[in-house]
């Protein structure tokens, strides 16, 4: 009887721990399973099916390889093997699991051998769901390297914003007066082609600058709502001539595709420094192809990069050239990176498409392989108001001219002789004032009317956003037009101007600040 008694009393603590383990196996979080000797699924708990999606029954005796990622396959193997030939307990390690849906998740795994009488007949596992963790590591790395990648922007961006001001405003006077010089030459003299070089020197020049502040992203945009498919229709027989006979251009465009707000030069520039990339990429000829499209992101990490989910408009240039390796494409948007030789390039055209498409609140994307080609996808958000009516290809009218008395607020001598003469060969009155403290006096003297401010944005002593102020406190009528050729954040907000600012950046020439003054001049108040 004692010995029933005993009997009974350990099958009942049988019992009861099989009861316990069995509640900690259905009740657990991670995945518990066992794999038998011959590779199939032995058992496999609910959290398995909270995990990844599928049934207990998709899986059970059948062989676990398929659900393993076929990447991943190879180290399962080996650990596999490890178990059943030499016994092991293999340290942590990782593999990925296909779910229901089609992705893949991340599991954390221990496997510990299971043996009957000395021989290993299976192996007990834990699979522990840490797909969100490594999705938080990703973001974290992706954080660090473009916190590294914004530190050099920022300290090339800093050189460039620094000389770009003076700089600009030496180009302002030798573009301007090369202008004005043409003007009085006939097309045989002989001193014009001479004087054609130095403008075009004084063009390629300011457009370096505008490109080292445009990666940088320090340059001035002044947005407008508009069609992106009208930009690139626009461009169309430009490109085509740009690309030549032997490479064929195919546009793709959306005609549902959502308007956008940015600056259409700006724009401009990236469709056309995207082409030049892929020409370049074939130089035997080719297919070019620019799509559009209207697309969605709802994941805040895309592609590698971590953006903000919303709806942009894309826009993408392919082409079935060269390709590129690992390494480049890691370089791609840096500034000064080129694969091209040297004084062939100066590295400058994807960091400048790189700046404009994130200062516009933007991204870029890059897909190549080699001897695949490359496909460059620019996403800008979309946004819900009018498109406005651009004057893209127009030619400009005859040169405007004016009655109207003018106060000129330039530091920089050369730069306000060159807008002086300028706007006084149009027939404008212009007062000329050195600085803000002069150009206060000059208001307050004045008895007639001052119908527009036309004054630089940085200035020693007082800036012109506070001269326009104080003038407008007594002058309510005054138009202001700022020029500068670097703004501070004084009258520029991350690079873009408050609506309804009338601004002229530098360096420009005689005949766009022609326009320029004559548009702000007639323009309607709002």
């Known amino acids: 009887m004692a010995d029933i008694t005993e009997h009974k009393r350990t099958e009942e603590e049988l019992r009861e721990s099989e009861a316990r383990y069995r509640c900690l196996v259905e009740n657990a979080r991670d995945a518990i399973f066992t794999i038998a000797s011959d590779g199939s699924v032995g058992s496999l708990n609910p959290a398995f099916e909270t995990i990844t999606g599928w049934s207990r029954a998709d899986w059970l005796s059948k062989p676990f390889g398929p659900i393993i990622h076929p990447e991943d396959l190879p180290l399962a193997m080996e650990v596999f093997r490890r178990v059943f030939l030499h016994g092991e307990t293999p340290p942590l390690f990782e593999l990925r699991l296909l779910s229901k849906s089609g992705n893949y998740v991340v599991g954390e795994f221990t496997i510990t051998p299971q043996r009957q009488n000395d021989k290993v007949v299976s192996a007990l596992g834990i699979a522990r769901d840490i797909t969100e963790r490594k999705r938080t590591e990703q973001a974290l790395r992706l954080t660090e390297e473009q916190l590294l990648q914004a530190q050099k922007m920022e300290a090339v961006g800093k050189l460039a914003g620094g000389v770009a001001h003076d700089f600009n405003n030496l180009l302002t006077i030798i573009t301007g007066y090369s202008q004005l010089l043409l003007r009085n030459l006939g097309p045989s003299d002989p001193l014009r082609a001479e004087i054609e070089e130095i403008k075009k020197a004084g063009e390629r020049a300011g457009s370096l600058t505008q490109q080292l502040l445009a990666f940088s992203r320090r340059q001035v945009l002044l947005p407008k709502v508009l069609d992106l498919n009208a930009i690139v229709g626009s461009m169309g027989g430009m490109l085509q001539r740009l690309l030549g ?45 620019i799509e559009t499209t209207n697309v969605e992101i709802k994941d805040m990490y895309h592609h590698g990069q ?60 890059a897909y190549s392989e080699l001897g695949q080609g490359s496909t460059f996808k620019v996403y800008v958000p979309r946004v819900e108001d009018a498109i406005e009516a651009l004057a893209l290809g127009l030619p400009l009218p005859e040169l405007p001219q004016g009655t109207e008395t003018i106060l000129l607020v330039e530091d920089e001598p050369g730069v306000r002789a060159l807008v002086r003469d300028t706007l006084r060969l149009q027939g404008y009155t212009v ?37 326009a102020d104080r003038l407008l406190a007594a002058r309510s009528d005054l138009r202001v037009l700022y020029m500068s050729g670097y703004t501070e954040n004084a009258v520029v907000h991350r690079g873009v101007l408050n609506p309804g600012t009338a601004f002229l950046q530098k360096p420009f020439t005689p005949d766009l600040l022609v326009y320029k003054v004559r548009e702000v001049l007639d323009a309607e108040r709002g």
């Not at 064929?248 to 724009?267: S, Y």
């Not at 420094?273 to 192809?289: E, I, S, W, Y």
């Not at 826009?315 to 050239?321: Q, R, T």
């Open 245 to 289: 006979e032997d490479i064929h251009l195919v546009a793709a465009l959306d005609h549902t595709l959502g308007p956008v707000r940015a600056d259409p030069g700006q724009l401009e520039q990236v469709i056309m420094n995207l082409v030049v990339n892929a020409r370049d990429a074939m130089p035997q000829g080719g297919k070019l192809t």
């Open 306 to 365: 971590v953006v903000v989910p919303g709806r942009y408009a894309m826009l993408a240039v392919s082409d079935n050239g060269c390709g590129m390796d690992a390494m480049t494409k890691s370089h791609l948007f840096e500034p000064f990176f080129t694969t091209k030789g040297l004084g062939m390039g100066t590295g400058l055209g994807l960091s400048t498409v790189y700046g404009i498409i994130r200062q516009s609140g933007g991204y870029v994307f």
């Open 431 to 467: 007062l000329e004032a050195r600085h803000g403290i002069e150009a206060l006096m000059i208001g307050t003297q004045e008895t007639g009317v001052i119908h527009l401010l036309l004054t630089d944005v940085v200035m020693p002593q007082m800036g012109g956003r506070e001269v």
